[in-house]
């Protein structure tokens, strides 16, 4: 798991954490986890297309 940078923090980098959800209502379910995490918004993105999803 990585390691949070507070100087990255303090200059207001921005993050991606990536995963593999089965659906995008369980990318959301887990977008709602980091933003209760984080204490902040999160941005919930379609990387790569999976056509047999």
């Known amino acids: ?3 949070s940078d507070p ?3 303090e ?3 921005r993050r ?3 995963i593999r959800p089965c ?3 369980e990318a959301l ?3 709602a986890k980091f933003a209760v995490a984080c204490r902040c918004a ?3 993105r379609e990387i790569m297309f ?3 999803v």
Do not use: F, I
């Open 29 to 31: 379910e887990w977008a």
């Open 1 to 3: 798991m990585a390691k």
């Open 50 to 52: 999976d056509p047999l």
């Open 11 to 13: 200059h207001g980098a």
């Open 42 to 44: 999160q941005e919930v």
């Open 7 to 9: 100087a990255a923090r």
């Open 23 to 25: 659906s995008r209502e």
């Open 16 to 18: 991606l954490t990536g």
